[in-house]
């Protein structure tokens, strides 16, 4: 199994800050998703990234593929209650499997 | 409405009794999946399915089993459920790119499992 690592674990800020979480992986992508996931509900997707050095934005969200694709970043500006959530990281290979990481637990606290 | 359905939510059972987790799709994806979701182990895949008749496994597939008649539908199937299958799970779909790597899952509500 690929092993994603994402990071931190665990987060917890405040209304208003800003923040970044990572996944990375020692091999290369083929595509890479990311998912914010709220409790008791499924993933729902947020982006998918193909391309090395892709950067993609989702109002105040920010996504980035690193040159090589072996990492990603998610960076959230003026974080709001309504960002709290898990967040996944997925990699997608050629052989048809999907490989989450064990997920970034935000908390914004008002 | 685009949607991944799954059935029942919520189970209890016994150590031993058979039991299936229904799983429908309205999107015609080929791709269909399963997960399970544990504290502190993330999403971890059981099964995939390519397409009808074409399943593999995941990285947790012990257990298991499933079976892809139909396009729509994907049930997984636990023989003799073990207590250490309780867990969260979710049943997912999507479209695949020519490289075999599947697009954007579109995951069912979940089922929580709880085995005495």
């Known amino acids: 199994t690929q092993l994603l690592e994402q990071s931190p674990q665990f987060l917890s800020i405040q209304e208003g800050e800003n923040l970044t979480v990572y996944c990375n992986s020692s091999?290369?992508?083929?595509?890479l998703q990311w998912y914010r996931q709220e409790p008791g509900e499924g993933p729902v997707l947020l982006v998918t990234?193909?391309?090395?050095?892709e950067v993609k934005k989702l109002k105040r969200l920010t996504f980035q593929f690193g040159d090589a694709r072996k990492d990603s970043s998610l960076h959230i500006t003026a974080a709001q209650p309504g960002d709290t959530g898990l967040y996944l990281c997925a990699r997608g290979g050629s052989n048809y499997k999907l490989t989450f990481g064990k997920g970034t637990l935000l908390t914004v606290n008002p | 409405e685009a949607q991944v359905t799954q059935n029942p939510r919520y189970l209890i059972t016994v150590t031993g009794k058979k039991l299936t987790v229904t799983c429908s799709q309205n999107m015609n994806h080929e791709y269909m999946s399963w997960y399970r979701q544990d504290p502190g182990l993330g999403l971890r895949q059981i099964y995939y399915s390519m397409n009808v008749e074409v399943t593999d496994k995941g990285d947790v597939p012990e257990g298991y089993k499933v079976s892809r008649k139909e396009k729509r539908n994907f049930p997984l199937i636990l023989e003799s459920p073990s207590p250490n299958q309780t867990s969260l799970y979710f049943c997912?779909?999507?479209?695949?790119?020519?490289?075999?790597?599947?697009?954007?899952?579109?995951f069912g509500p979940g089922t929580r499992l709880t085995v005495t």
């Open positions: 990234v193909v391309t090395g050095g």
């Open positions: 997912a779909s999507s479209l695949v790119f020519e490289t075999g790597s599947p697009y954007e899952q579109y």
């Open positions: 091999s290369v992508f083929s595509s």
